[in-house]
């Protein structure tokens, strides 16, 4: 996974890529970037970084996060974040009716 990601810098770089509106935490760092050229080589890092899930979402709650989304099949994350951090409102999202249902 080492040669995509160095294969994705060049692309991310020649991309044109604002600073998103809210703060995208980042698997390589657990932190949300700073800069674009930060959010760039995060991108390209995390393809073959390990996964600091525990850390992203501790990360977010010390933040203030308080209310955290799984969107997809499953709820595995979901259950994680439930004995990680019990204090957090969670949800699982895999269709219109669970959508309706998130109440924030």
């Known amino acids: 996974m080492k040669c ?3 294969a994705l810098k060049p ?3 020649a991309a044109e890529i604002k600073m998103p509106a809210v703060p995208v ?5 657990a932190q ?3 800069s674009v050229s930060e959010l760039k080589a995060n991108l390209a890092g995390q ?14 709650a010390a933040a203030g996060g308080d209310t ?11 259950g994680l974040l439930k004995r990680t951090l019990p204090e957090i409102k969670c949800f699982n999202v895999n269709s219109v009716e669970t959508l309706e249902a998130v109440h924030i």
């Open 47 to 60: 393809v073959a970084g390990s996964v600091r899930w525990e850390d992203c979402v501790r990360a977010m």
């Open 25 to 29: 935490y980042h698997n390589l760092t």
């Open 68 to 78: 955290m989304i799984e969107f997809g099949p499953g709820n595995v994350l979901t």
């Open 32 to 34: 949300p970037a700073g």
């Open 4 to 6: 995509a990601g160095a």
């Open 11 to 13: 692309v991310l770089n």
